[in-house]
C-alpha cells in the first residue's frame, strides 16, 4: 500500500518527502477537494522533491468540459507532474466521463507516454450528485487512465468510510484490478482505518488531514508522515 500526501505548497512538500511519502501530490483545497494548484508551485514541489518521489498534481473538480481538462492535464505534466488527477465531480453520465478522460489521456500520453492519469471519483457522490465510482473502473480502462481513485467531494470532515462501506471498497478496489488499474482510496482517512484498508487492499492511500493532525487546514507535520509510513510498513 502506497502512501500518497497532498501538500499545498513547497514547504510542505518537503515535509511529506523527507517524512517518507511514496508519491507527493500538489493540490490547492482552496479550489476544492482536488483543487489545481499553480503550474510554478508543481515546478518549485518537482525541484525539492529533487526525484525522491514521483510527482502527482490534480487539475480541478470537473465539469463537462473536456477541452478545458485535457489542457489542464497537459499543464500539470508539463509543470512535471508523473501522475495527473482529474476528479469527476459534475459529470453524470458514462459518456462525459469517457470523453473527458479520453480526451485527458490522449493530452498526457501524447506529450509523455511514461505518464499516468488519475480518474478520481468521490465516495460520497450521492450527496454531488456526480457520476459512481463502480461504473469508472471500466470506463477509465477504455480511455487508457492508469489509476482509478475515491476521494471525498465535500471536504466537510466526513469520511469515505461514511459513504462507502468496507465491502463496497473492497469491490471498488477488486474492479479496479480486473480491469487491469491500480486503485487508490482516499477522503478524510484517520489511523484507525489502517487496519481495514490493508484488509482492502487499494495499491494506494491518498491523505492530508490524517497527517495534519486531523485539520486539513493547518500544516502537514512530519512525525505524522514518518508514523504514518511506519504504521503502513508494519
Ligand atoms: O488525495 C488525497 C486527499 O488530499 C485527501 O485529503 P484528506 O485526507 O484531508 O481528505
Redesign the pocket.
Known amino acids: 500500500m502506497k502512501l500518497?500526501?497532498?501538500p499545498i505548497d513547497r514547504e510542505e512538500a518537503i515535509i511529506a518527502s523527507i517524512g517518507g511519502a511514496d508519491i507527493v501530490?500538489v493540490?490547492n483545497?482552496k479550489e476544492g477537494?482536488?483543487g489545481a494548484n499553480f503550474p510554478w508551485v508543481i515546478r518549485e514541489v518537482k525541484a525539492v522533491v529533487n526525484g525522491r518521489q514521483p510527482i502527482?498534481a490534480?487539475i480541478g473538480d470537473f465539469n463537462y468540459k473536456p477541452g478545458t481538462a485535457a489542457l489542464a492535464a497537459l499543464g500539470a505534466a508539463a509543470a512535471g507532474a508523473d501522475y495527473i488527477?482529474v476528479g469527476l465531480f459534475d459529470i453524470q453520465t458514462e459518456e462525459q466521463a469517457l470523453e473527458l478522460l479520453t480526451k485527458i489521456t490522449r493530452a498526457v500520453k501524447d506529450y509523455d507516454p511514461s505518464k499516468k492519469v488519475v480518474a478520481?471519483g468521490y465516495s460520497d457522490y450521492k450527496r454531488i450528485n456526480s457520476i459512481s465510482p463502480f461504473l469508472l473502473p471500466a470506463i477509465a480502462a477504455e480511455a487508457g487512465a492508469d489509476v482509478v481513485?475515491v476521494?471525498?467531494g465535500i471536504?466537510d470532515g466526513k469520511?469515505?468510510f461514511e459513504f462507502m462501506d468496507e465491502k463496497e471498497l473492497k469491490e471498488f478496489t477488486d474492479l479496479a484490478h480486473r480491469y487491469g488499474l491500480e486503485n487508490?482510496i482516499?477522503?478524510?482517512?484517520k489511523f484507525e482505518d489502517l487496519p481495514v484498508l490493508e484488509k482492502i487492499g487499494p495499491d494506494i492511500i491518498?491523505?492530508?488531514?490524517?497527517?495534519?493532525g486531523g485539520d486539513?487546514r493547518t500544516a502537514i507535520r512530519q512525525e505524522l508522515v514518518e508514523k504514518l509510513v511506519a504504521e503502513c510498513q508494519a
Not at 482516499?186 to 482517512?189: E, R, T, Y
Request: hydrophobic content about 30%.
Open positions: 500518497l500526501v497532498s501530490d493540490k483545497p477537494s482536488l502527482s490534480t488527477k478520481s481513485m476521494d471525498t471536504k469520511s469515505t487508490a482516499a477522503g478524510s482517512l491518498g491523505v492530508r488531514g490524517m497527517v495534519c486539513r
